[in-house]
């Protein structure tokens, strides 16, 4: 980089830290004065301060000295998701004990909230799921299949959205995999690998490693245009970034809750398309697939009409209590708003890392292609392993993924937080440079 660039970038991050830590601002005004710079100039949209201070009530660990920018992994659970569970299993232990009547309203206000987060026709095109994989399982497993029928991927999935899809080799289904060497993946790369066989496009709403973000507007106009399914896995987006299924074209629509919808572990979501439904001739059936599954002994009855059917049997109560309290967080608190804090937070993120010598962001700059995700590499000769140690023991918790370093922060962290990131990161990378030399 040369001098005078180098100069305005640092002007350009000493003016951003110089900004409280709940505040909307644009700094398009400060870099008018930065010809050089060809970086776009978002307006930072932070969560008001008085708003994320209550929201930060619910993440106990906040107050004990931890920096959790973890969520891609696994999110904390709120306290009012615990309270929830805990009522449950309280409930379960030693009141109630059979519960049943209590947790099949809630587990229908779950689909209703997760119908609402991702703007679905109805809760009828929800069916709980114990996982991503096993959402994407249903929909892939329950298709019908022949010879010479095309899909397309790529290659910066996350396996789960890759075995279900490896799995229909055995049927001759041909899998092709679109190299991404800059991790991104543009409508037109993937239109111009259609063909009259292809039959479905599998891709992340949010790719795990690199954060990239897909263009699903156009990709399920041209989808529906060319007759191709649109099946995405939308464990990286649902909870962070606005996700509109109808909108969108999307076909069916997996995701975990464990991350950004911040539930608990073993909960999920599958939604799937009317007209979908009708092509899906599902590989498992259970005793509440069915219309009325208290008419034990009737056979002959058909199938339930929504997506209930792709449930099967009894479902993770607890679980569920757990996901209803975080949905009703993140809905309470507006998923538009929730998308705007968390691009202003990794927008932060974006302009201080690139001016950190010898870190690469390997995340897209332009907030359009990128969510809750800022991931970067470190230098040859710099042991990420290392770096990623000395940064956990600072007590900032990020990922190392692939030898990268992944941060990804929720709507309850703060542009403090994220200044103190990049200080821990600054501290570490010197910690491990520095140490060889230190050794002799
Ligand atoms: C893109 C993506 N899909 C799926 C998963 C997880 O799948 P599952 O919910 O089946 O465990 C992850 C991460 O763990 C992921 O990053």
Known sequence: ????????????IE???????????????FLTTLTAQTVPTPTLRFIPEKQLQEIRTLFPHTSRGLLYLNHAATSPLSQRVFDSMKRHLEDRSEGKIETFLDDLPQIQKTRELVARLIHAESADRIALMGNTSDAINTVVAGLPWATGDHILINDM??????????????SGVELETIPCPDGMLTPEEVEMRIKPSTRLLAISAVQFLTGFRADLEALGSLCRDRNVLLVVDGIQAVGAVRIDVQSMKIDALAAGGQKWQMAPLGTGFLYVSEQLQERIHQK????????????????????ADSARRYEGGTLNAPGIWG?????????ENGIGEIEKHILALTQLLTDQLQSVDGVKLISPVSPERRAGIVTME???????????????????????????????????????????????????????TAAPSSAL
């Open 15 to 29: 003016s951003l830290l110089a900004f409280p830590s709940s505040f909307e601002y644009n700094h398009a005004v």
């Open 284 to 303: 498992h059936l259970g005793w509440l697939s069915v219309k009325v599954p208290w008419d034990f002994f009737d056979y002959r009855q058909p199938l």
């Open 323 to 331: 996901m209803h309290a975080a949905l009703s967080t993140l809905l």
């Open 378 to 432: 470190l230098p040859r000769n710099v042991d990420a392993q290392s770096v990623f140690q000395s940064i956990s023991k600072r007590r900032a918790q990020i990922a190392l993924r692939e030898g990268k370093l992944r941060i990804s922060p929720h709507f309850y962290n703060t542009p403090d937080e994220m200044n103190r990131n990049v200080a821990i990161l600054k501290e570490a990378l010197h910690e491990v």
């Open 157 to 170: 999935e996350f396996p789960a959205n890759v075995w279900p899809y490896l799995n229909l080799r055995s």
């Open 1 to 12: 980089m040369d001098k005078a660039k180098g100069f305005l970038l640092r002007l350009r």
